[in-house]
């Protein structure tokens, strides 16, 4: 597992959680960009560029996995909100941003750990 991109990402996630967005894989609205964790991951391990290129041949999930180590079950424990633990999905939906981005944060690091 690659603990040093997964700490990469959650620290930008955590210091920018309003271009957090766990519903897409990336969008661009203007001057700002939101991804989910899965993209996250592609932007800050392969660059906006790749990640774009991911995300236009729909990728972005498989690349994730592969730049994180992770099993197709962990990535999907992890990316996909729906497959959480009902407690963490409800505390997520009620959240603030900041607060999502933190609950992110801590998933991933349940699930990407050493």
């Known amino acids: 597992m690659n603990i040093e991109l997964r700490n990469k990402v959650i620290e930008r996630i955590l210091e920018h959680p309003e271009e957090l967005n766990m519903s897409r894989w990336i969008d661009h609205f203007g001057c700002c ?3 989910c964790f899965a993209g996250w991951t592609v932007i800050v391990g392969d660059g906006f560029q790749d990640a774009n290129r991911a995300f236009s041949e729909g990728t972005i999930g498989k690349r994730a996995v592969e730049l994180l180590g992770i099993t197709a079950q962990e990535a999907k424990s992890l990316f996909n909100t729906n497959e959480w633990p009902r407690s963490i999905w ?7 941003q900041k607060e999502k981005a933190e609950i992110v944060a801590e998933r991933a690091r349940e699930i990407i750990h050493e």
């Open 33 to 35: 960009t939101t991804a």
């Open 90 to 96: 409800e505390e997520y939906q009620i959240a603030s």
